[in-house]
Every structure is written in structure tokens, then in C-alpha cells.
Nanobody, 124 residues
Framework: QVQLVESGGGLVQAGGSLRLSCAAS????????MGWFRQAPGNEREFVAT????????YYADSVKDRFTISRDNAKNTVYLQMNSLKPEDTAAYYC?????????????????WGQGTHVTVSS
């Protein structure tokens, strides 16, 4: 079992930055690909970014490409999402998830472990 806890959410003005963290316990994240997803009020949860177990490969949703950066520190069992140039449409609950596979995926059903989420609100 992997337990994931997100932190770092909050209220920020448009154009600002936030860094989300996802701390894992129970098992080392070294063997897991990790993903970030988000769910805005009234919308379905959507893919944001994913990173391979080594950190060597990443993949982003078009809506966040060039603004968000996913990274990981396996020694700290933590995954990060640096969010820059935030827009009001980035307002959502952000979730991290773990997938026991060497293949990157943007599909929620392929992730076995999920955190409880952290809320990000971007004001205009």
C-alpha cells in the first residue's frame, strides 16, 4: 500500500506561482510512475502531468505545458508540481497518484493509489 498526501495548495492571484508536494509513505516511490490530476468544480477529474519512476521522462496536458513542471525526489519520497503563470481556469482540487508501471499514462483508471487532494484557487 502507498499512502499519498498532497500539500501546497492555496489562494494565488493570476500570474502567480505555487508548488504542490505529494509525500508518500508505506512504500518507496522509486518503483512507481507518478501523476498529477485535477478536478474543477462541476467538471470531471482530468490529467495534468506524469513523471517516470526515474524522473527521466515527463508528459503534460496541453493546457499546462510550458507553465507547469513535474519533478520528483525519490530520496525524499516526494513528487512536486511547480505551477507558474497560473490562470483562473487552473482553479481545482489537485490530486497526486501512483502507478506501478514503467509506462507513462494519462488515464486515471491506470493509477492504483491516490491522495486526498489539495485545493488551488486562482483569482483574476
Amino acid at each position: 500500500q502507498v499512502q499519498l498526501v498532497e500539500s501546497g495548495g492555496g489562494l494565488v492571484q493570476a500570474g502567480g506561482s505555487l508548488r504542490l508536494s505529494c509525500a508518500a509513505s508505506g512504500r518507496t516511490l522509486h518503483n512507481y510512475n507518478m501523476g498529477w490530476f485535477r478536478q474543477a468544480p462541476g467538471n470531471e477529474r482530468e490529467f495534468v502531468a506524469t513523471i517516470s519512476w526515474s524522473g527521466g521522462s515527463t508528459y503534460y496536458a496541453d493546457s499546462v505545458k510550458d507553465r507547469f513542471t513535474i519533478s520528483r525526489d525519490n530520496a525524499k519520497n516526494t513528487v512536486y508540481l511547480q505551477m507558474n503563470s497560473l490562470k483562473p481556469e487552473d482553479t481545482a482540487a489537485y490530486y497526486c497518484a501512483a502507478r506501478s508501471s514503467f509506462l507513462l499514462s494519462r488515464y486515471q483508471h491506470e493509477y492504483a493509489y491516490w491522495g486526498q487532494g489539495t485545493h488551488v484557487t486562482v483569482s483574476s
